[in-house]
């Protein structure tokens, strides 16, 4: 019977919570709109991979072989030679005004010390302001000229050693199978989070909340019937966002899509709880706002999503461990890019239902039917 | 008699601040019970307390028979409370209000039809059922707010300022319906900042800085023997240019206390005045009882010497 008035009561709870978002419908639009709009920004503009890098050349030689050189460079893809020029300062000048990011300069003696089988060099300036440009750069340019010595010393014969490598689940390595997977989970945390926070946050400032709390209405009931219609947009945020990825980004999903909202429920009851947490601790939703971006932050940097775990310290790699978006990131991309099922994420499955729980439970305790 | 509420020396704590001290209220059931104080008092924080919202310090306090402190839950379903500031979803209609707290009640669907059509029938609310919350005038949103208080039939009523910021028109509506609720047994805990709504209730009390200074029938308080001392008269002087009088009333050693009222001033003169120097001969002065603004005027300045 109180079960019966319990469910009766969480029920109107998340009955008005659906008018709420039906009635605000500025909310709803940017809670979907926005991570749409993100989708196609990181999806269209952002290629991690260096290709086309702006190069200025001073080929002081202009012998056949230093053309040859240049062809390599130009035939590598990554790097575009803008122009020509004719003294050191120029290639200096090139640089500095950032026309360049590249400067290649082949000396006089090129071919001279080639032909008399000496050492020649060559000189190739990076800017090394965008550290990952410059990094590739060198390493492409080590490569080609590395390649062009052999040349030199093999002739007509083949290399000895030659490397296949081959790039499984992302084949071409685009930067939108990377990305998107990770946005998906990213903006189902902003959501989660943001719209629970807001919605008891907006009810603290009304003083609705406080009328609540004076009827037999458990704080788990209104918790529970508020967490509802949010669980609900969130899965069909997250689903939208994966149907766009396969067929505008052309991303397959190698996996089975149901597996992933699986995984992905505990993450969302995570982000809820969260969202709650900070509901309770928060009296304005300006200060709210604050809070949560202040969770997202280090959820965008350290989980992976655009820097790799690994390649972080050890101590930043422990953090990451403990952050729910960490696991889901991981999970997300195992599903949609290796085609990964529950025999490899069962680990991932139990770390975000045990950070549900503890959150829930947490947020429960703090939000207790009392004020203060 | 039984009482709807008992409170014995209730106090409520914010760590070294005590917002309400020693409070004991006995108010039987079916009764008015008006409670004032300036604002920042203690009102709001002791209606919280008799809720359960706020956990007392010290003291007991009994609700319709049950114990705050244990039996919240059961307090809670059986209280009205309307807070001081219009706290219902604004971007809900009238009846989308009405039918989340009649969900939050538990009322059967059946329960709720008949409920709301009483309360609608009984607030003239009909016409403004589809409107937006936030559309509605001050007056009708705090008779939606009455009725969504008034559901689940409950047998005690805290209105928290209730009248605050609506006209006089829409007020005096609402008090009509507040007695016509007493009338049916059903008590009422008001707070209000009106000495005519004071005037009106079976009992109040003032409350000063978390002390409650008062509490009685309006006449009691009239005749309590602090407000009207041995050896003074309470006088009202009615005519022309009072203020010009006032002045030179205070001036007079005799004169304890003077406040305008409209055409007519309401002085505490020691027994026997003479008035007779004041040049006030063509104006008629006659004995009075004080009012209860007299009263609470009285005990908050008694409370600061």
Same mark, same amino acid.
């Given at each position: 019977?109180?079960?019966?008035?319990?469910?009766?009561?969480?029920?109107?709870?998340?009955?008005?919570?659906?008018?709420?978002?039906?009635?605000?419908?500025?909310?709803?639009?940017f809670?979907?709109?926005?991570?749409v709009? @993100?989708?196609?920004?990181?999806?269209?503009?952002i290629?991690?991979?260096?290709?086309?890098?702006?190069?200025?050349?001073?080929?002081?030689?202009?012998?056949? @072989?230093?053309?040859?050189?240049?062809?390599s #460079?130009?035939?590598?893809?990554d790097?575009?030679?803008?122009?020509?020029?004719?003294?050191?300062?120029?290639?200096?000048?090139?640089?500095i005004?950032?026309?360049?990011?590249?400067a290649?300069?082949?000396?006089?003696?090129?071919?001279?010390?080639?032909?008399?089988?000496?050492?020649?060099?060559?000189?190739?300036?990076?800017d090394?302001?965008?550290?990952?440009?410059?990094?590739e750069?060198v390493?492409?340019?080590?490569?080609?000229?590395?390649r @062009?010595?052999?040349?030199?010393?093999?002739?007509?014969?083949?290399?000895?050693? @030659?490397?296949?490598?081959?790039?499984l689940?992302n084949?071409?390595?685009r930067?939108?199978?990377?990305?998107?997977?990770?946005?998906?989970?990213?903006?189902?945390?902003?959501?989660?989070?943001?719209?629970?926070?807001?919605?008891?946050?907006?009810?603290?400032?009304?003083g609705?909340?406080?009328?609540?709390?004076?009827?037999?209405?458990?704080?788990r009931?209104?918790?529970?019937?508020?967490?509802?219609?949010?669980i609900?947009?969130?899965?069909?945020?997250?689903?939208?966002?994966?149907?766009?990825?396969?067929?505008?980004?052309?991303?397959?999903?190698?996996?089975s899509f149901?597996?992933?909202?699986?995984?992905?429920?505990?993450?969302?009851?995570t982000?809820?709880?969260t969202?709650?947490?900070?509901?309770?601790?928060?009296?304005?939703r300006?200060?709210?706002?604050?809070?949560?971006?202040?969770?997202?932050?280090?959820?965008v940097?350290?989980?992976?999503?655009?820097?790799?775990?690994?390649?972080?310290p050890l101590? #930043?790699r422990?953090?990451?461990?403990?952050?729910?978006?960490?696991?889901?990131?991981d999970a997300?991309?195992?599903?949609?890019?290796?085609?990964?099922?529950?025999?490899?994420?069962?680990?991932?499955?139990?770390?975000?239902?045990?950070?549900?729980?503890?959150?829930?439970?947490?947020?429960?305790?703090?939000?207790?039917?009392?004020?203060? | 008699?039984?009482?709807?509420?008992?409170?014995?020396?209730?106090?409520?704590?914010?760590g /070294?601040?005590?917002?309400?001290?020693?409070?004991?209220?006995?108010?039987? *059931?079916?009764?008015?019970f008006?409670l004032? %104080?300036?604002?920042?008092s203690? *009102?709001?924080t002791?209606?919280r307390?008799?809720?359960?919202?706020?956990?007392?310090?010290? %003291?007991?306090?009994?609700?319709?028979?049950?114990?705050?402190a244990?039996?919240?839950?059961?307090?809670?379903? /059986?209280? %009205?409370?309307?807070s001081?500031?219009?706290s219902?979803?604004?971007?809900l209609?009238?009846? $989308?209000?009405?039918?989340?707290?009649?969900?939050?009640?538990?009322?059967?669907?059946?329960?709720?039809?008949?409920?709301?059509?009483?309360?609608?029938?009984?607030?003239?609310? /009909?016409?403004?059922?589809?409107r937006r919350?936030?559309?509605?005038?001050?007056?009708?949103?705090?008779r939606?707010?009455l009725?969504?208080?008034?559901?689940?039939?409950?047998?005690?009523?805290?209105?928290?300022?209730?009248?605050?910021?609506?006209?006089?028109?829409?007020?005096r509506?609402?008090?009509? &319906?507040?007695?016509?609720?007493?009338?049916q047994?059903?008590?009422?805990?008001?707070?209000?900042?009106?000495?005519? =709504?004071?005037?009106?209730?079976?009992?109040?009390?003032?409350?000063?800085? %978390?002390?409650?200074?008062?509490?009685?029938?309006?006449? =009691?308080?009239?005749? &309590?023997?602090?407000?009207?001392?041995?050896?003074?008269?309470?006088?009202?002087?009615?005519g022309?240019?009072?203020?010009?009088?006032?002045?030179?009333? *205070?001036?007079?050693?005799?004169v304890? $206390?003077?406040?305008?009222?409209?055409?007519?001033?309401?002085?505490?003169?020691?027994?026997?005045?003479d008035?007779? /120097?004041?040049?006030?001969?063509?104006?008629?002065?006659?004995?009075? $009882?004080p009012?209860?603004?007299?009263?609470?005027?009285?005990?908050?300045?008694?409370?600061?010497?």
């Open positions: 019977m109180s079960f019966r008035a319990s469910l009766q009561r969480i029920y109107s709870v998340a009955r008005k919570e659906i008018v709420h978002i039906r009635r605000d419908p500025m909310t709803l639009f809670a979907l709109a926005l991570p709009v @993100e989708l196609f920004l990181l999806g269209f503009a290629d991690t991979n260096v290709r086309h890098i702006r190069t200025v050349v001073y080929d002081a030689a202009m012998t056949q @072989e230093s053309e040859v050189l240049l062809r #460079f130009v035939n590598s893809e790097f575009d030679i803008k122009g020509y020029v004719y003294t050191d300062a120029e290639l200096h000048d090139w640089i005004a950032g026309k360049a990011k590249v290649i300069k082949i000396p006089e003696d090129y071919s001279r010390r080639l032909q008399a089988g000496q050492q020649a060099q060559i000189l190739i300036m990076v090394g302001t965008e550290s990952s440009t410059a990094g750069a390493n492409v340019a080590n490569a080609i000229t590395l @062009e010595s052999l040349r030199q010393v093999l002739r007509d014969r083949p290399l000895p050693i @030659e490397s296949r490598p081959r790039i689940f084949p071409d390595t930067s939108p199978n990377f990305f998107i997977p990770g946005l998906m989970v990213v903006m189902c945390q902003m959501m989660a989070t943001m719209l629970t926070t807001n919605s008891i946050v907006k009810e603290k400032e009304l609705t909340l406080e009328q609540l709390f004076m009827t037999p209405v458990l704080a009931e209104v918790m529970l019937g508020k967490m509802g219609p949010y609900v947009l969130t899965f069909l945020e997250f689903t939208a966002i994966a149907v766009l990825m396969r067929i505008v980004f052309q991303v397959p999903i190698h996996g149901v597996t992933l909202l699986l995984i992905v429920l505990p993450f969302v009851l982000m809820l709880g969202g709650l947490f900070i509901s309770a601790r928060s009296s304005s300006d200060a709210a706002s604050q809070l949560v971006i202040g969770t997202v932050m280090p959820s940097f350290l989980s992976g999503y655009v820097f790799p775990v690994d390649s972080m101590v #930043f422990y953090i990451a461990k403990c952050i729910p978006t960490t696991w889901m990131i997300c991309r195992g599903v949609i890019l290796r085609g990964a099922g529950w025999s490899e994420l069962w680990t991932h499955s139990l770390v975000l239902w045990c950070m549900a729980i503890a959150t829930l439970v947490l947020a429960t305790i703090r939000f207790r039917k009392k004020l203060t | 008699m039984s009482l709807a509420i008992d409170v014995q020396g209730g106090t409520i704590r914010f /070294s601040f005590t917002a309400v001290n020693r409070v004991s209220i006995q108010v039987p *059931k079916g009764e008015v008006g004032l %104080g300036p604002n920042g203690g *009102k709001t002791l209606i307390g008799l809720c359960g919202l706020l956990a007392f310090s010290e %003291g007991h306090a009994t609700i319709l028979g049950h114990d705050v244990k039996q919240a839950d059961l307090v809670r379903q /059986s209280i %009205g409370y309307m001081q500031k219009f219902l979803y604004a971007d209609t009238a009846t $989308e209000n009405m039918d989340f707290y009649s969900g939050i009640y538990g009322l059967s669907p059946a329960r709720q039809k008949e409920r709301q059509a009483e309360l609608i029938a009984l607030t003239g609310l /009909s016409p403004y059922l589809d919350t936030d559309k509605l005038s001050g007056g009708w949103k705090q939606l707010a009725v969504c208080a008034l559901l689940h039939e409950p047998r005690l009523i805290f209105l928290d300022e209730p009248t605050a910021g609506i006209d006089p028109v829409a007020r509506d609402l008090w009509d &319906l507040l007695f016509r609720l007493a009338a047994g059903v008590t009422l805990f008001v707070t209000t900042h009106y000495m005519d =709504e004071a005037e009106r209730c079976n009992r109040v009390g003032y409350i000063h800085m %978390g002390n409650l200074l008062a509490f009685g029938t309006p006449d =009691e308080l009239k005749r &309590l023997p602090n407000i009207t001392p041995p050896g003074t008269l309470r006088i009202e002087i009615a022309q240019d009072t203020a010009g009088v006032l002045a030179r009333l *205070k001036r007079h050693p005799g304890r $206390e003077a406040t305008i009222f409209g055409q007519a001033i309401h002085a505490l003169v020691d027994a026997p005045c008035l007779q /120097s004041l040049g006030i001969e063509h104006l008629a002065v006659h004995q009075t $009882e009012s209860l603004e007299d009263v609470f005027v009285t005990l908050a300045r008694q409370q600061a010497d």
